[in-house]
């Protein structure tokens, strides 16, 4: 599942861009931490910006900020598997409002109207 969200523009956001991504865990380099294998929820303030080539062809880049966001551990698994991705996609719906409330409180972010 990956999908986004409108917010109120910022300088450096525009959306919400919330992910469901399989991690095979183990020790993370960035906060020293061990982490389960499993699903996780990401939720990460994104800028989307949409461009025209001089031919005419238009397309979209989409940036983030590292560091920046939120994950949410949906399911522990042992391993990789449709169904175990299926459950997480469903918990992933229930976490949602959870999740988008976070990041928009921890970094001041309004969703759009």
Same mark, same amino acid.
């Given at each position: 599942?990956?999908?986004?969200?409108?917010?109120?523009?910022?300088?450096?956001?525009?959306?919400?861009?919330?992910?469901?991504?399989?991690?095979?865990?183990?020790?993370?380099?960035?906060?020293?931490?061990?982490?389960?294998?499993?699903? @996780?929820?990401?939720? +990460?303030? %994104? #800028?989307? *910006?949409?461009?025209? /080539?001089?031919?005419?062809?238009? @397309?979209?880049?989409? +940036?983030? %900020? #590292?560091? *920046?966001?939120?994950? /949410?551990?949906?399911?522990?698994?042992?391993?990789?598997?449709?169904?175990?991705?299926?459950?997480?996609?469903? /918990?992933?719906?229930?976490?949602?409002?959870?999740?988008?409330?976070?990041?928009?409180?921890?970094?001041?972010?309004?969703?759009?109207?």
């Amino acid at each position: 599942m990956k999908k986004y969200i409108p917010i109120v523009p910022t300088e450096s956001e525009n959306n919400l861009c919330l992910e469901v991504l399989y991690s095979k865990g183990g020790h993370n380099w960035f906060n020293g931490d061990n982490e389960r294998r499993g699903y @996780y929820l990401h939720c +990460t303030p %994104t #800028l989307i *910006k949409t461009d025209r /080539l001089s031919n005419g062809t238009e @397309y979209s880049t989409s +940036t983030v %900020t #590292l560091g *920046k966001g939120y994950k /949410l551990m949906l399911k522990e698994v042992g391993r990789r598997s449709q169904k175990s991705e299926e459950e997480a996609n469903r /918990l992933a719906e229930e976490k949602e409002e959870f999740i988008v409330k976070e990041v928009c409180k921890r970094y001041g972010l309004e969703l759009a109207a």
